[in-house]
């Protein structure tokens, strides 16, 4: 069975502090998503990675992709009071052929207090 | 361009009623799936249609839940009769048919208390 584990599970910080997330797994994915979702919403997609090793940058937000497509992490700079969230890894169950099935990691919960 | 909508956002109904959620997925997006978080759990799917037709439904909990997505368009996904442990946050995301890898706008959740 495919998991993702995502640590912490809480965090929080001040203002201006950097930060990192991790989301692993003992099974390979074929990419990985990063979704931020606020009270009240759902997930909204910040980056997708596909090729091991992979960087991705979003502003203040860096994404980077294990060299063996098993783990992901998410660093943001000088956190701001408006990267408070839940943030949630996600990625294609394998073998899922045409079908489209995301698993999904429990999720990090984010407070920047001012 | 209308995101992903779904009615309604807060439902309380007690165990044994019917309770029909509705989802609007953004106009011409022929995937459209459904999910269900319950409270300390992770998001599990529920199942994806590709336009009317059910491309993948392993994980309806049971017979109790039934997905329908008539035309097309919107989907409804009905729990009759719902249980206790059927609440939770339900929730409905689309896609372009060919998009990849897998990148799924969401709507708003319904959060379902059965009590």
């Known amino acids: 069975t495919q998991l993702l584990e995502q640590s912490p599970q809480f965090l929080s910080i001040q203002e201006g502090e950097n930060l990192t997330v991790y989301c692993n797994s003992s099974?390979?994915?074929?990419?990985l998503q990063w979704y931020r979702q606020e009270p009240g919403e759902g997930p909204v997609l910040l980056v997708t990675?596909?090729?091991g090793g992979e960087v991705k940058k979003l502003k203040r937000l860096t994404f980077q992709f294990g060299d063996a497509r098993k783990d992901s992490s998410l660093h943001i700079t000088a956190a701001q009071p408006g990267d408070t969230g839940l943030y949630l890894c996600?990625?294609?169950?394998?073998?899922?052929?045409?079908?489209?099935?995301?698993?999904w990691g429990l999720g990090t919960s984010l407070a920047v207090n001012p | 361009e209308a995101g992903v909508t779904q009615f309604p956002s807060h439902s309380v109904i007690e165990k044994g009623q019917t309770v029909t959620l509705r989802c609007d997925p953004i106009?011409?997006?022929?995937?459209l799936y459904w999910y269900r978080r319950v409270m300390g759990k992770e998001i599990k799917f529920l199942l994806h249609?590709?336009?009317?037709?059910?491309?993948?439904e392993s994980g309806m909990p049971n017979n109790r839940f039934l997905a329908e997505r008539t035309g097309g368009t919107y989907s409804t996904l009905k729990v009759q009769p719902a249980e206790l442990e059927d609440s939770g946050v339900y929730f409905c995301?689309?896609?372009?048919?060919?998009?990849?890898?897998?990148?799924?706008?969401f709507g708003p959740g319904t959060r379902l208390t059965v009590t």
């Open positions: 990675v596909v090729t």
């Open positions: 249609f590709v336009k009317e037709s059910k491309q993948d």
């Open positions: 106009s011409g997006h022929d995937n």
């Open positions: 995301a689309s896609s372009l048919r060919w998009s990849t890898p897998y990148e799924q706008y």
């Open positions: 099974s390979v994915f074929s990419s």
């Open positions: 996600a990625g294609p169950q394998v073998n899922a052929g045409n079908n489209r099935k995301l698993i």
